[in-house]
């Protein structure tokens, strides 16, 4: 076998492509080339490696056992490479601008208030822009690079080659009623007590699983806060919200929290950033990954643990 430092990314990327879409054609057209060149890279790095890396039989494409152990390895270098040339690209970028900052719906966004403060002092000739869009439109949209950065609910996903991420900090989330409400003097309540009451759902872009009933029979859906809010009080219904966005009016005696004899520790809402390959290397990136990091974990500092 041949020293490693002579393989081309493209061997690999070849490599990849065809066995994770199945077929060399496929993956030529991902990769915008001939086929015949993919086979031949292919068939470089099989001499190269002196291992058979796919069985064909006909116009059938498998991995062979040793491809199946190589696979994973190929495929974290050239996520690698991948991150390296998005780096030398975001290095390239000195004069951005405009900061383009998407939010899932239902995370608040006064847990950013400090890091908007410091990134404005830090980066006063950039504009910020913050948007709130669902989860799928944020995704997307940063593989396609519409948003810098996004903040979203933590993923249970352990790895992800398309773009750069890491976990950060939570919100707690509170059950709560208007204080004159017939569950409010209740030392705790249960699922039964809560059914009878609609249940408000803060959320633009709201989707229920089909395995996700909630806690009450029927329900209404408000994408503004303060028209939930406003409804809230009006009525009997029963809402799951940000405690950092009800405490106020807990501790004025507007709205009083439920304890649910379900959930006997705190309902806990863990978040993660997303961003671009590579675009840490960006001066005003790295900045409001940083703030934004260092707010969550001060928030974190300050909540005392679960008893």
């Keep these: 076998m041949q020293s490693l430092n002579t393989f081309s990314i493209h061997y690999l990327q070849a490599f990849v492509l065809s066995a994770e879409l199945g077929s060399i054609s496929a ?16 068939a470089d790095l099989e ?9 064909r039989t006909g116009n059938s494409l498998q991995l062979s056992p040793d491809g199946h152990t190589l696979l994973p390895l190929a495929q974290h270098t050239v996520a690698q490479s991948n991150r ?19 939010v899932a719906p239902h995370i608040p966004q006064q847990l950013l208030t400090d890091a908007i403060v410091g990134f404005m002092q830090q980066q006063p000739q950039v504009q910020v822009r913050i948007s709130t869009q669902s989860e799928e439109v944020l995704t997307q949209g940063l593989v396609e690079r ?3 950065v996004v903040l979203l609910h933590e993923s249970i996903e ?3 080659s398309s773009y750069d ?19 409010a003097a209740k030392p705790s309540v249960g699922v039964a007590d809560l059914a009878p009451f609609r249940e408000l759902i803060w959320a633009e872009h709201y989707q229920q699983s089909a ?11 408000i994408a503004d806060f303060s028209t ?11 809402a799951l919200l940000p405690a950092l966005m009800v405490a106020a009016d807990i501790q004025a005696g507007q709205l009083a929290s439920l304890q649910v004899n379900s959930e006997l520790s705190t309902m806990r809402r863990r978040l993660e950033l997303r961003w671009p390959l590579g675009s840490q290397h960006k001066t005003i990136i790295n900045s409001w990954l940083s703030l934004v990091c260092q707010t969550l974990n001060n928030l974190d500092s300050d909540t005392p643990p679960d008893r």
Excluded: M
């Design 27 to 42: 993956a030529a057209r991902a990769l915008g080339k001939r086929q015949s060149q993919l086979s031949g890279w292919i």
């Design 47 to 55: 001499a190269e490696l002196n291992l058979e890396l796919f069985t």
């Design 84 to 102: 390296l040339q998005a780096a030398a690209h975001a290095l390239q970028q000195h004069k951005q601008l405009v900061l383009v900052i998407g």
């Design 146 to 148: 519409v948003f810098d």
């Design 158 to 160: 352990l790895h992800n």
């Design 165 to 183: 991420y890491c976990r950060v900090g939570y919100y707690d989330e509170v059950f709560v009623v208007r204080s004159n409400h017939p569950l």
């Design 211 to 221: 395995d996700e009933s909630g806690y009450s029979g029927h329900s209404s859906q």
């Design 228 to 238: 939930l809010k406003g409804v809230l009080l009006k009525t009997d219904c029963v």
